[in-house]
C-alpha cells in the first residue's frame, strides 16, 4: 500500500465556494501529480511538479491552482468551484529521475467532489 | 496522436473463470507499459510493468504480454475471483519528451460474478 493520503475524500459543496482538495506523501518522492478522471474515462494530467516551488499545468485544461511548498504537500485549490469541475481527482507521486522510464506513480485514493 | 484503445469496455464472468483483456496503442517512441488496477473509489494500483524487450510479465494469477510491433498488450487473469472486480487500466509511457508523460486507457470494468 503506497502512503499517499488524500483529504476529504468526498466533498459535496455549493457552487461559488473555494475549496481546497489536500495531497500527502510521506515516500519522499520529488514528482507529484494531479490528475482528473469523470465515470468510465481516462485519467487526464491537469498539475504537475518536479519538486519543491516547481508546478506545471499538464494536458487537460484547468482553472484549478496547486503549490508545491514542502516536498510532501501537492494541494489543489479551486477558487470558485462549478458544477462542470464535478469530477474525481487523483493524487500521484513518483521517484524516478527520468519521468518516463519505469516511472511507478503511486496513487492516492481520490476525492469525489460534487458542486451544486 | 499517441493514444491508448482498450477492450472490451466492459466484462462479465464467473467467479473461477479466466479472462483476458486488450490494450492496443500508438505511443511512440514507446518506453514501458503498465496494467494497473483500480477498485471502485480508490486510486490505480501498478500490477505489472513491461519494458520493450520484455513480451511477458506474471503477478500472481495475473499475466501481461506485450507484441511491441504490433503495439498490442493483453492481461490474462486466471481462476477469477470476487475481488478482482475492478477497472484495469493500461498505461503507456513514451521516452521522448523531456516530460515522457504517461498515456492512460479508458479501462475495462471487469466484474466478478458468484
Known amino acids: 500500500e503506497a502512503d499517499i493520503y488524500q483529504t476529504p475524500r468526498y466533498l459535496v459543496i455549493g457552487t461559488g465556494k473555494k475549496i481546497t482538495l489536500e495531497c500527502s506523501q510521506t515516500m519522499g518522492h520529488d514528482k507529484m501529480y494531479w490528475y482528473q478522471q469523470d465515470p468510465g474515462m481516462e485519467l487526464h494530467l491537469i498539475h504537475y511538479s518536479y519538486g519543491v516551488n516547481s508546478t506545471e499545468k499538464g494536458d487537460l485544461s484547468s482553472e484549478s491552482t496547486v503549490s508545491r511548498i514542502r516536498t510532501e504537500h501537492f494541494p489543489l485549490t479551486l477558487e470558485s468551484a462549478r458544477p462542470s469541475h464535478t469530477s474525481q481527482y487523483l493524487c500521484?507521486?513518483?521517484?524516478?529521475?527520468?519521468?518516463?522510464?519505469?516511472?511507478?506513480?503511486?496513487f492516492g485514493p481520490g476525492t469525489r467532489l460534487t458542486v451544486l | 496522436k499517441n493514444q491508448v484503445e482498450q477492450s472490451p469496455q466492459s466484462l462479465i464472468i464467473l467467479e473461477g473463470k479466466n479472462c483476458t483483456l486488450q490494450c492496443n496503442y500508438t505511443v511512440s517512441p514507446f518506453s514501458n507499459l503498465r496494467w494497473y488496477k483500480q477498485d471502485t473509489g480508490r486510486g490505480p494500483v501498478s500490477l505489472t510493468i513491461m519494458t520493450f524487450s520484455e513480451n511477458t510479465k506474471s503477478n500472481g494469477r495475473y499475466t501481461a504480454t506485450l507484441d511491441a510491433d504490433t503495439k498490442q498488450s493483453s492481461l490474462h487473469i486466471t481462476a477469477s475471483q470476487l475481488s478482482d472486480s475492478a477497472s484495469y487500466i493500461c498505461v503507456v509511457s513514451d521516452r521522448g519528451s523531456t516530460l515522457g508523460r504517461l498515456y492512460f486507457g479508458r479501462g475495462t470494468q471487469l466484474t466478478v460474478w458468484p
Open positions: 500521484a507521486s513518483s521517484m524516478d529521475r527520468d519521468w518516463g522510464l519505469h516511472n511507478e506513480q503511486f
